[in-house]
């Protein structure tokens, strides 16, 4: 079977810092041969960055996450654009809208949403988008700039990069075709989208 890819996986957040390597183990065993870690706020770059740079199958990404945009500070947008420079990142992204109750100021996360969506499409990277009770105005958005490529999502479970491969099972369950012929189409859909190396996995 094709190595599956793990598009979204916060392996940075401090939840992980017991057993980090068991999970990228436990990954590994169910052929998970490739995982992009989106950031969500400034702090947190370095951490990803470092935790990339030790490990080929670990890409990173770098975003202003909606839920933090009462957080962000105004030049954290300029502090991004700045840190692409080092030319590591696959995506940008964790960036987007959420409208959920008690979500931060909404016209903040449109401000920080559109700024970064200029960016990616200036350097020519993905985005990794959250969209939560905000879909419309997200696809909307992504409309106006133009000029973009990436992955949408919304989810609120736990998540851990072995269960993808259960996912896998299930999908490929429900479109009557083999685990082999779906992971060969997500994989392949992942690489052409943050550019990744097929050697990697």
């Not at 436990?26 to 947190?44: E, F, K, M, S, Y």
């Not at 975003?63 to 840190?83: M, R």
């Not at 099972?169 to 479109?175: G, K, Q, T, W």
């Not at 083999?178 to 097929?198: I, M, P």
Request: aromatic share 6%; proline share 3%; charged share 20%.
């Amino acid at each position: 079977m094709h190595a599956l890819v793990d598009s979204h996986v916060h392996l940075d957040h401090a939840a992980f810092n017991a057993d980090r390597a068991q999970v990228l183990a436990r990954a590994q065993a169910n052929c998970i041969g490739t995982l992009v870690i989106p950031g969500v706020d400034r702090n947190g770059w370095a951490s990803i960055r470092h935790l990339c740079a030790g490990n080929h199958r670990l890409h990173a990404a770098y975003g202003l996450h909606p839920l933090f945009a009462d957080q962000h500070a105004p030049n954290d947008v300029q502090a991004l654009s700045a840190w692409l420079d080092a030319g590591d990142a696959v995506a940008i992204g964790e960036i987007g809208l959420d409208f959920h109750a008690q979500s931060p100021d909404r016209d903040l996360q449109r401000h920080f949403f559109r700024a970064q969506l200029q960016i990616a499409r200036e350097r020519g990277l993905p985005v990794i988008v959250h969209a939560r009770a905000a879909f419309e105005e997200v696809s909307l958005t992504l409309r106006e700039v133009g000029g973009l490529r990436g992955v949408v999502h919304s989810f609120s479970g736990s998540h851990q990069p072995a269960r993808v491969a259960d996912i896998a099972c299930c999908i490929a369950e429900l479109r009557g075709e083999t685990l082999s012929t779906l992971a060969a189409a997500t994989t392949a859909n992942a690489r052409r989208v943050f550019g990744l190396d097929a050697k990697q996995d």
